[in-house]
C-alpha cells in the first residue's frame, strides 16, 4: 500500500470547500441547538403541564431515533409539510434539532445546579431576577456545564459527517467523492480520519481554555 | 396522510430487518465489550507505555465518525488481502471497535470503583492477574456499570443506522428502499422513527430503573 499525496495536493481546493461546509454546518447547527436547547429547558423548568408533556414526548422521539433518520424526516418528509429545504439548511435544522435535546438536558441541570439560597439571599439584597440570572445563575452554571457543552459540540461535529447522505458537499463527501474518481479510497478516507482527529482535538483543546477562562472567578473566592 | 394499507404491507419487510439490525447491534455489544475490557485494563495498567496505548486506541475510535469508521473498514479490508468480506462482517467489525473504545471509558469507571484491598487479597490467595480480572475485576464492574452499558446499546442500535453505507439492509436501509418505490416519505420515515422508538424507549426505561435501584444499593 504506498501512499500516493498527489491525490490529495491535487484537489486541494475541493477538500478546502468540503471544509468550509463542514464547519460552516457544524457551527450553524450548534448555534440552533443551543438556541432550541435553552428554550426547552426553560420551557421545562417555568412551563405549565400542557407545555411540557408534548415536550417530553418530543424529547423522548428525538432521543431514541438515530440522527439519520432525523435528517431523513426533515429532507425528504419536509416537503409533505410545506418545508422544501437545500440540502443544507435541512443539514443544518437537522443538526440543530438533534442537538437541542441533548443541550436542554445539560441547560436544565445547570439551572437547577445552582443553589437555591443563593437566589433567596440575592432577592433580599434587591438584585433583580434578570442581574440575578446574569450575575449569579449564569457564571456559576457555566462552570459546571461547560465540559458537558464541549463534549456535545465535538459529538456534533461528528456527527456533521452523517449530513454526506443527504449529499451535502462536506468533507466526507468531498472525500469520499474523490476516492471513487480516482480509486484511492484508503488514502482519501484515512485524510479523512485525520482530519477528524485534528478537529475533534482543536475542539476539545479550546474547550479546557474555555473552562480556565470561565473558572477564573472560582479563585478569587474568599475562603 | 397515511396510507395504512400499503403501511401494513411493508410490515413484515421491516420486522425482517429490524432482525438485521439488533443482530449487529448486539454482536457489536458482545464483542466491544470484550475490546473495552482489554482497553479499559490497558489504561489502568502500570506501564505507562500500555496506558498510552489504550489512550491512542480511544483517541482515534471516538475521535473519527462512524460513518468514516465503517467506510474506512469496508475500503480497507479488500487492501490487506480479504476482499470478500461481507457487508455483515464489516458492519459489525466497524461498530466493535467504535463501541469498544467507549465501553472502554465505562470499564474504566466500573474498574475503579473496586475497592483495592479486594486486589490485594486476591494477590495473596495467590490469583494470578487474569483470574483476578475475570473473577473479580469483571463481574463487579459490570454489576456497577449496567446503567451505562444498557445506555450504550441505545447508542449503538441508533448508531446501527449507519451501517446501510455498507451495503447492508438493516432496517433504516430498508425503509429507504420503501420509501424510494411508493414515494411516501412522511409514513415511512415516521415508521422507521416508530421502531426505533419502540425498542429505546423500553430500554431507556430499563436503564432507568437499573441506576435507580443501583443508587438505591450503594446509598
Not at chain 1, 457564571?139 to 459527517?161: F, H, R, Y
Not at chain 2, 465501553?103 to 483495592?116: C, S
Amino acid at each position: 500500500m504506498i501512499f500516493d499525496p498527489s491525490i490529495i495536493t491535487d484537489h486541494l481546493g475541493d477538500i478546502g470547500e468540503g471544509f468550509m461546509v463542514t464547519l460552516g454546518t457544524w457551527s450553524a447547527g450548534v448555534a440552533l441547538g443551543l438556541l432550541l436547547g435553552l428554550l426547552i429547558a426553560v420551557a421545562q423548568l417555568f412551563g405549565n403541564r400542557l407545555v411540557r408533556a408534548p415536550l417530553r414526548v418530543f424529547i423522548e422521539m428525538i432521543r431514541s431515533t438515530p440522527f439519520l433518520v432525523q435528517l431523513f424526516l426533515v429532507y425528504y418528509g419536509g416537503p409533505s409539510f410545506g418545508l422544501s429545504l437545500d440540502p443544507i439548511p435541512a443539514g443544518i435544522l437537522g443538526l440543530g434539532i438533534y442537538g437541542s435535546v441533548y443541550f436542554a438536558e445539560i441547560f436544565r441541570t445547570g439551572f437547577e445546579s445552582v443553589a437555591r439560597g443563593q437566589l433567596e439571599a440575592a432577592d433580599c439584597l434587591g438584585i433583580s431576577r434578570l442581574q440575578c440570572i446574569m450575575r449569579i445563575q449564569i457564571p456559576q452554571m457555566l462552570v459546571i456545564i461547560l465540559p458537558a457543552l464541549v463534549n456535545l459540540v465535538t459529538i456534533l461535529c461528528k456527527e456533521t459527517a452523517v449530513l454526506s447522505i443527504i449529499t451535502i458537499p462536506e468533507l466526507t463527501m468531498v472525500l469520499t467523492g474523490i476516492g471513487s474518481e480516482t480509486f484511492a479510497f484508503v488514502e482519501t478516507l484515512l485524510v479523512l480520519c485525520i482530519g477528524y482527529l485534528l478537529l475533534v482535538e482543536a475542539c476539545s483543546r479550546l474547550g479546557m481554555l474555555l473552562e480556565v477562562r470561565v473558572g477564573r472567578f472560582m479563585q478569587k473566592q474568599p475562603r | 396522510m397515511f396510507d395504512w394499507p400499503l403501511l401494513l404491507k411493508n410490515l413484515p419487510l421491516l420486522l425482517d430487518s429490524l432482525l438485521v439490525t439488533l443482530e449487529i447491534s448486539v454482536a457489536a455489544l458482545a464483542f466491544g465489550f470484550v475490546i473495552g475490557v482489554i482497553v479499559g485494563s490497558l489504561r489502568l495498567s502500570p506501564l505507562p507505555f500500555l496506558r498510552r496505548l489504550g489512550g491512542a486506541y480511544i483517541f482515534v475510535f471516538r475521535g473519527i465518525p462512524l460513518l468514516v469508521q465503517l467506510l474506512f473498514i469496508y475500503y480497507f479490508l479488500p487492501r490487506i488481502g480479504l476482499p470478500n468480506v461481507s457487508p455483515m462482517v464489516a458492519a459489525v467489525i466497524g461498530l466493535s471497535l467504535a463501541a469498544g473504545a467507549y465501553i472502554a471509558e465505562i470499564m474504566r469507571g466500573g474498574f475503579l470503583a473496586i475497592p483495592g484491598g479486594q486486589l490485594e487479597a486476591a494477590g495473596l490467595l495467590g490469583l494470578s492477574r487474569g483470574q483476578m480480572l475475570v473473577r473479580i475485576r469483571v463481574p463487579q464492574a459490570v454489576r456497577l456499570t449496567l446503567p451505562a452499558l444498557v445506555n450504550e446499546m441505545i447508542l449503538l442500535i441508533k448508531a446501527s443506522s449507519l451501517v446501510s453505507v455498507v451495503g447492508l439492509a438493516d432496517l433504516t436501509r430498508t425503509a429507504q428502499n420503501i420509501a424510494a418505490s411508493d414515494y411516501m416519505f412522511v409514513q415511512d420515515y415516521l415508521m422507521l422513527a416508530g421502531f426505533y422508538c419502540l425498542i429505546n424507549i423500553p430500554l431507556a426505561f430499563l436503564g432507568g430503573q437499573l441506576e435507580r435501584h443501583l443508587k438505591e444499593r450503594t446509598a
